[in-house]
Structure formats: structure tokens, C-alpha cells
């Protein structure tokens, strides 16, 4: 993974949303969330379970 935080989005059909952010990236597409780290480097336990939280809420939206 680079060492450069980014962010990136694009919409279409499978919605795409990638964040790396200290060496955590975060994909966020319509039927999959994924989160890599690299060994050394510290996951934010909140701010991952939040973002995987809003991700259930919006998947969950649109199958009703």
C-alpha cells in the first residue's frame, strides 16, 4: 500500500468508495466492505465500526 492518504470515489453500478487513510484502506462497494492494514500500523476500532455500521444501514435501504 503507498504511504500517501487518499481518497477515492466513483459511481457507476458498483458503487466504489476507497479511503486509505495512516496506512488503513477501507472499500466500501454495494455487496462487500474490506478493510486492510498494514502490520504495523494502528486501526481506529470507532471509526472502523461506525463506517461499517453506515454501510449495513445503506445496504440494508436498498434491498427493501
Known sequence: MPNDDYIEIQAGANYRKVTHINNVRTTVCEN????????????????????????IQERRQKIV
Open 32 to 55: 462487500r466492505f474490506e478493510i486492510l492494514a498494514a502490520p504495523s500500523c494502528e486501526i481506529y476500532e470507532q471509526q472502523a465500526v461506525q463506517a461499517l455500521r453506515e454501510w
